[in-house]
């Protein structure tokens, strides 16, 4: 049997470490993006983490190739001896002539579709305040994540996530197992397997999110709202950010939760630093308050020590405009701006 896998990140990684332990498949191809290629896994580059799996096994039985698009010819080389093609987080568009190469082509979608279509999903869904998700694998058409489902499995997070990072290894050990079983029996079904349409009818659809442009924290929010906002933008990412007064520095806000039984404090209050110890900082939010563990510089020290009581965090206009005025693209050379009008 021979599989091709699209994208990159740790279950690609974690599969194709499976199959070779294993020695149930002959031959493994992972098709990279440049982007996706210098992405860390567990602190290493996802192009060296198979060099290092091509290392340690028979390196002619796995094969990566770094392409810019998906009219490479290596794309068209390795699909077409496929049993079966799988793209997990890969980072292009699929036109007909890349679906008709292809007998068999699925994407993993770690979402209940249609619903939270579209990127960063677990952030919007942080959001949202909703702590439940499915693993979806659906036939790839030339739509975004529209295609017949294969399979879908719903799960609730349990109480110990809290962060993007602990929402997103929690998902990979589900989708992990079952894709494993999938891959391992699916020469046995594939002639069984059922396709079921998408109730496009509940579909949703938001787009990627960049920490850097859209953390921004508004402080009229409510207590959880600023509480979820920095939350879905806690590890893997950089933070939400927001500015210390008197100053133009930046900074960036991680481990938060509202604290119950505080003052109903004024609007006016929202963003005041009112007490702070051990535990982190207390700050004033629009009719409650919250509390920050880690407040983080430009350079991803933490600086709470440095923020005395009495301080105001505060959010420029010219910041949050940009929050909701600009999109992100990201393809295989990085991300791209557009800026809507």
């Known amino acids: 049997m021979e599989i091709t896998f699209l994208g990159g990140g740790p279950i690609i990684i974690r599969l194709s470490k499976f199959f070779l332990q294993k020695n149930l498949i002959k031959k493994i191809n992972i098709l990279t993006s440049y982007r996706q290629s210098s992405e860390l896994v567990s602190n290493i580059s996802f192009k060296n983490q198979i060099e290092k799996i091509q290392n340690e096994y028979d390196s002619s039985s796995i094969k990566l190739?770094?392409?810019?698009?998906?009219?490479d010819e290596?794309?068209?080389?390795?699909?077409?001896?496929?049993n079966i093609v799988l793209s997990l987080g890969s980072a292009w568009i699929f036109k007909k002539r890349h679906i008709d190469s292809c007998e068999h082509l699925f994407n993993l979608h770690s979402t209940d579709l249609p619903r939270w279509r579209g990127g960063a999903?677990?952030?919007?869904?942080?959001?949202?305040g909703i702590n439940y998700s499915s693993v979806t694998l659906h036939k790839i058409n030339e739509a975004i994540d529209d295609g017949d489902i294969v399979y879908s499995k719903k799960f609730i997070f349990p109480n110990e996530c809290n962060t993007p990072a602990q929402y997103?290894?929690?998902t990979h050990e589900i989708a992990f197992e079952f894709l494993a079983e999938f891959i391992?029996?699916?020469?046995?079904?594939?002639?069984?397997?059922?396709?079921?349409?998408?109730?496009?009818?509940f579909s949703s659809y938001f787009p990627r999110l960049s920490s850097e442009i859209h953390g921004c924290i508004n402080w009229d929010w409510k207590p959880?709202?600023?509480?979820?906002?920095?939350?879905?933008?806690?590890?893997p990412y950089s933070g939400a950010f927001t500015k210390i007064s008197g100053t133009n520095q930046r900074v960036f806000l991680k481990k938060a939760k509202v604290i119950e039984g505080e003052l109903n404090y004024h609007p006016f209050?929202?963003?005041?630093?009112?007490?702070?110890?051990?535990?982190?900082?207390?700050?004033?939010?629009n009719g409650g308050a919250i509390l920050i563990s880690e407040i983080l510089d430009e350079d991803k020290k933490i600086i709470n020590h440095l923020i005395p009581e009495?301080?105001?965090?505060y959010s420029s206009l010219d910041d949050l405009e940009k929050s909701k005025s600009i999109s992100i693209i990201y393809n295989s050379k990085g991300e791209k701006l557009k800026k809507y009008l």
């Open 65 to 71: 190739q770094i392409i810019k698009n998906l009219d």
């Open 74 to 82: 290596n794309y068209f080389e390795m699909v077409k001896n496929s």
């Open 121 to 128: 999903p677990t952030s919007w869904r942080i959001l949202s």
């Open 168 to 170: 997103d290894k929690y």
């Open 184 to 201: 391992k029996n699916f020469e046995k079904n594939k002639d069984k397997l059922e396709f079921k349409p998408q109730q496009k009818e």
């Open 224 to 235: 959880i709202e600023i509480v979820r906002f920095v939350t879905a933008f806690d590890d």
């Open 269 to 285: 209050q929202s963003g005041l630093v009112f007490r702070k110890d051990h535990i982190g900082l207390y700050v004033c939010a």
């Open 310 to 313: 009495g301080t105001r965090l």
